[in-house]
C-alpha cells in the first residue's frame, strides 16, 4: 500500500523536476513554468516550480570538507531537515543524474520558513559539527519534512517492524559516550514534520576526543533516512596534554594537540562515505528505466521505499557508486610529502569498504579525464593481476571508531562496515595521480553478502576487482619527505612535549595519547594463538 500511495504522488513531482533537465556533463539552463505546482499527497515535498542547475564544473567534482554547522548566537545548532535537491555524477554511463532526497541543510539559511515543505538546493552531505570536551552540545533538530499521511504513518502500527514513517524522525550521535535518556541520545524519542526538539548532549571532560557521526534512528525508517542523506560529521575536539613522570606516562592527552595549528586543524580532511541507493523514476509512468540507478538525463533519483534496501548483494550486484561528501568519483587535492588528518567515516548501511589507495605511475601531467580512464580501467576483475602490481600507500591508521589506539598501524588496506570511524596518518611521495579503490574483500569480510543462490562474493572470482571512489591530485612542494615516526616526534617537540613522549612517538606509540589498555591479555593472546587456522 505504501509503495502504491507513493509512485501514485510522486509522478507529477517528477515531471516538474525533469524539465528542462539534461543530465548530460553540460546540462541546459532549466526553464522556469509559471505556474507552481501543489502534489496531493502529504508525504512528499512541494517543490517551486522548477529547481536550478547550473552547468557541473570542476568545482563540482571536488571534494572538500563538509561545511562547519554554525552556532546561532546563543551558542545553540540548528539542525534543519529538509528534501534536498542535487546532482551526482553516474559513472555508469557518464551523466549527472538529478536527485531529490531527505537530508540536513548544511547551513540553517538556506531554509525558507515560507516555502515550508518544499525542497532545498545543497550539498549532499551532513554540515560538521564541532565540540568540545566539557561542553554540553545544545542542538535543535527542525524537522522540515512534508507532513505524513495515516497511509504513511498510520496513527497505530501494528508492526513496529515493518518500515513506516518516513518523514517522522529523531537523532542519534553515533559513539558519544553521553546519556541515552530524556532529552539527550535518546533514540526511542520521535518528531513528526513540523516539530522541533531541543537536544542536549552533556560531553564530560575527559570524553575521548575523536571522530564520531550523527544520523537518523527512529526505528522504522533508520536504514531508508539515512540511505538518503540524514548523515553528518560529529568531532570531539580535546585539548589535554599528556604528563609523564619518571618515564611513565601519570594522564594521558589527546592527539589533537599535535594538529593544531593556532585554532584550526589546516591538515585535516573529513570523508564520509555515503552509499545513496537511489532509484530512477520518470515523469511518464509508461516508460522504465532498464537500471534502476541510470537516470539517462531525465530521470529523477529518489529513494522512497524499501524495495531491495534488505536484498543481499544488490548494491554491487546493481553497481551503485560509494560517495565521498556527496561526490562520486571526485577529485582531492593534497600536498607533496604533507602528512594530512584523514578523519573516514562510514555513512552508509549497504556495502562494506576496503579502502586501498593505489600510485598510477606516469600520471603526473594527467588531466582529470585521464586519470578517471585510468583508475576506472582497473575496476574489472580481469585486471586484479595489474592491479596488483600497483603501488600502495602506506596508511598510518591512529584511531578507530573515536578512540586513539595504543600504537600507529601501518597498513594498505584499511576495512570500513558502516558505523566505522578511522582516523589515519597520510602523505603523498610523489607528484602521481593516486586511486581511491574500495577493493572487493572476502565473503568473511563482507556485509549484506549475496544470498546462496546469487553467488558467492568471494574477490578473486568476483565480477568486479575494485570500484573507484574518487583520485588525488598532489601538488608538488618542496617539502622533505618523512616517516610517520619522524613526523609525530617533530610535532611534538614542536609543541615543547616532554623527551619521553617524543622518543614514544618516534616508535609509533601512542600510549601517552590513549585513555584505554588493550584488551589483548597475554590470557587473551594464548586463546588467538590456539585457534584453528
Known sequence: MLKIAIFGAIAAILTLLARGWD???????????????????PSHPTPPPKPSHPVPTTSDSL????????????????????????????????????VLLRGYLTKPSLFDKKKTGEYVEDQLVGPQIRVKQGETMALNLNNQLPSESETTCPTHVENVNEPHCFNTTNLHTHGFWVSPQGNSDNVFLKFKPQEKFDYQFKMEPNHPAGTYWYHAHLHGSTALQVSNDMVGPL?????????????????????????????????????????IQYRCSNPDPNVTFAVPNNCEGVGIGMLENYNDLSIGGFWTNQNYYTSINGKIVGEMKVEQNVFNRWRMIHGGVRDTIGLIIKEIPDSSKFTAEQTIKACSAYQEADKKAEFEKLNSLNVHTIAQDGLTMNHVQTRTLSVFHPGYRHDAMVAFPTT????????????????????PNVGPQIAPNHRFNAQLLGWVNVKATKTKAQTAAQFLKDRAQKIGLSKDIQSQLSQLNLSAFSDHPSLMTPEIDKVVAARPK
Open 63 to 98: 571534494i572538500s570538507n563538509p561545511p562547519l554547522l554554525p552556532k546561532s548566537a546563543k551558542g545553540k545548532y540548528e539542525l534543519i531537515v529538509a528534501y534536498k535537491t542535487s546532482k551526482l555524477y553516474n559513472p555508469r554511463n557518464g551523466l549527472w543524474d538529478q
Open 432 to 451: 602521481n595521480r593516486y586511486c581511491l579503490f574500495d577493493t572487493k574483500l572476502n565473503i568473511d569480510d563482507e556485509i549484506n553478502a549475496p544470498l
Open 23 to 41: 543530465g548530460t556533463k553540460n546540462p541546459s539552463p532549466p526553464s522556469n513554468p509559471s505556474n507552481p505546482f501543489q502534489p496531493s499527497h
Open 235 to 275: 568531532i570531539v575536539e580535546g585539548s589535554r596534554t599528556p604528563k609523564v613522570k619518571n618515564g611513565k606516562v601519570t594522564s594521558t592527552g589527546d592527539m589533537d594537540i599535535l594538529w593544531k595549528e593556532k585554532n584550526s586543524y589546516p591538515n585535516e580532511n573529513i570523508l564520509l562515505f555515503q552509499q
